[in-house]
């Protein structure tokens, strides 16, 4: 699979080769070649925004079926809190969870509840880690993407504790052998989940060794399936919820900053809004911040390209839910033979310089007066024809050997031109 | 000045908005290069506290940016008024910036420090009334 897996594939007869998405994609991953988009691997961060612009729906995101459940001998359903948002008049969470049980898992385990610990330990760490201020979220698989990419000065600065849902799939493994005494691999943790990114983050993950994660659900697969059991589960709810507000709140942007009780954080959501933060933190233009919060997609995890609801209202559906709610159920603890340490990250985030160009310092001066040269030839209209996003692109392309200068149509014309008036 | 890239930008004096838009230029391009993360941060902040210095003080100027194997130049020129006071202007928390430039948070009296603690060679020409040219190196 190797270190650059993407959650997005194309639907090829579906692709009309239009230049929406290469326009769209904030790190310019994606080029149009032969008719038909191109994702380069090794610059893509999974933000799906490319899956959310294209009319023809030829961006397909991956995840798993329904049908994974029957993989397994006992499942357990690890629920997102964005989930809970897409349903209306949702007066109780144990309706949901109690619908999942009956659609079919033989346990749940909130996300949420994991959340709680994962804030509880962040206050932890932003006492004793000082130095490292300001401390940047890591729960959101695209944002460590995009900065293990882009970012190299700020990967010491992300916060190196497990995303709650990796730690929901801990804790919920253990749980289940405990209760059931089955083998840890006839258990499948599935989690239901409002972006692809995850599906990533579960296949190669950044900072763990390995997931835990089983297999991922899309919240737009789950909702139409999970809505015809919760009447049933409305007579008959079980207690399973097991999550307070801190919890609930990280499926929005700014819920994961809430639950630290401070002010000096900072939270952004939306993929460009996020790359324009970590430009102006890389430049150190923030003082006394502890804490900052990114989410790719606006408005936090509701905005994901795999829920149903619009991601503001979904918020104010949150807000409601988490309205009576105890602030917090889960503390750090030991649970069976998971050690709260152990939700540390073990491996270093390292940096992917995938833009450069040129091997040595000589080399990339070369190839980059080559790039501006290039630029200055080109019309600057950034038009897309050529299959990349913009002139400069086309320049970095060219340099890199993967286009030549008669992809740009307007370099084209003037070369027909020439060659009628030569033959003239 | 040989095998290098020279860049050049023009700083409009009048736009707060464009200001930090020359070096966040040099930086997209710096970070493209085989530099280490560190000398790529260092400019950035550099270059980034001189051109906010250029918009607030002198409005607006040149910037000229050459990059060679061996080291990063900057070269920031004005014709604003001029620094009556080198050697205060450097200390930190020292600033003539106007209130309406700290209420956007600027004029913290950091810039010139700032500039001398990630460069590796530093130096200022001032004329009052005539302008500044603050040129700084760091080496690769």
Known sequence: MGKFYNSVKLNEELCAGCINCIKRCPTQAIRVRNGKAEIKKEFCIDCGECIRICTHHAKLPIYDPLSIMDNYEYTVALPAPSLYAQFNNLEDINIALTGLKLMGFNDVYEVSGAAEIVSEMTREYLEKNRDKYPIISSACPSVVRLIRVRFPNLIDHLLPIMAPVDLAAKLAREKAVAQTGLAPDKIGIIFISPCPAKVTAKREPLGIESSEIDGVLAIKDVYPALLRYMKEAQNDTQDLGISGKIGISWGYSGGESGGLITDDYLAADGIENVIRVLNDLEDQKFDNLKFIELNACSGGCVGGVLTVENPYVAKVKLQRLRKYMPVACNRPAKIGNFNISDAYWTDEVQYEPVFKIGNDMKDSIAKMTRVNELCEMFPKLDCGACGAPTCKALAEDIIRGVAKESDCIHILRKLYKEAVSDEG | ?140
């Open chain 2, 1 to 140: 000045m040989g095998e290098g890239i020279v860049l050049k930008y023009n700083v409009p004096g009048d736009d707060f908005t464009r200001a930090g838009e020359a070096s966040g230029a040099v930086k997209s391009q710096l970070k493209q290069m085989q530099l280490s993360p560190d000398v790529v941060r260092r400019v950035a902040i550099a270059m980034y506290e001189g051109e906010i210095n250029m918009v607030i003080h002198a409005e607006g100027g040149t910037i000229e940016v050459c990059i060679t194997p061996e080291y990063i130049d900057m070269v920031l020129k004005d014709k604003g008024p001029g620094i009556p006071d080198v050697e205060k202007a450097m200390q930190a928390g020292y600033s003539t910036a106007p209130d309406n430039v700290r209420n956007l948070g600027f004029g913290a009296g950091m810039g010139l420090p700032n500039m001398k603690k990630y460069t590796d060679e530093m130096k200022v020409e001032t004329t009052l009334g005539v302008g500044t040219t603050v040129t700084m190196r760091i080496y690769i």
